[in-house]
Structure formats: C-alpha cells, structure tokens
C-alpha cells in the first residue's frame, strides 16, 4: 500500500506564506498524480493543485499567482508553497496521489494523507 505523510501546516498572519509538504511511501510501483485538495468547515473539498509526472500542473482560479505546486518526483514528494495568503484559505490542506502499488501494479489507486491544518488570521 502506499501512505501520504503531510507536514508544514499551521498559523499565519495574512500576508504570510507557508510550504506545505507531501512524501509518499510504501511499497509503490509508480506515481501518476499528485496534489493538494482542501476543505474548510461547512464546505466541501476542493482542488487546490495538481501536478503530473511529466510536470504539467492545473491550479484552482482562487490561488493562481499566490501559490506554486512543485514535486520531487525521485523522493515521491509534493510541495505547495503558499504566499500572500488570505483569510479564506484557512482550510485542512489533503496530500492527494495517484499510484500504483507494487501488489496491483497494473490498477492505479487513489491516496489521502491525513490533511494538516492551515488557518490564515486577519
């Protein structure tokens, strides 16, 4: 199986910045896509960013030109630098992968870290 670890969460004034980070570990055969997702209270979860193997990302319109996804594909990391954040990008930020464990390499699965918590005051 594979497992998400997130670390990097916490408080921030708005205006700050913080870097969220995602390893994946288990016994993986490949990675597709990783990502961030969150979910603030009363709302549904929602993508953050994405990041393929091959380098393409997709970010949601909210945090374009705040927030920056990168990846370390041999440490099966993912990243997310977080700056000039606001008051509503308080949330659990979600590690989200794509990936194919070595007991079904052939099938690709859905992971979720934990979440971490990220709260941005006024």
């Known amino acids: 199986q594979v497992q998400l670890v997130e670390s990097g969460g916490g408080l921030v004034q708005a205006g700050g910045s913080l870097r969220l980070s995602c390893a994946a570990s288990?016994?993986?055969?490949?990675?597709?896509?990783m990502g961030w997702y969150r979910q603030a209270p009363g709302k549904q979860r929602e993508l953050v960013a994405t990041r393929t193997s091959g380098g393409g990302t997709n970010y949601a319109d909210s945090v374009k030109g705040r927030f920056t996804i990168s990846r370390n594909n041999a440490k099966n990391t993912v990243y997310l630098q977080m700056n000039s954040l606001k008051p509503e990008d308080t949330a659990v930020y979600y590690c989200?992968?794509?990936?194919?464990?070595?007991?079904?390499?052939?099938?690709?699965?859905?992971?979720w870290g934990q979440g971490t918590q990220v709260t941005v005051s006024s």
């Open positions: 288990g016994s993986i055969f490949s990675i597709n896509g």
């Open positions: 989200n992968c794509e990936a194919s464990p070595r007991s079904d390499y052939m099938r690709l699965y859905n992971y």
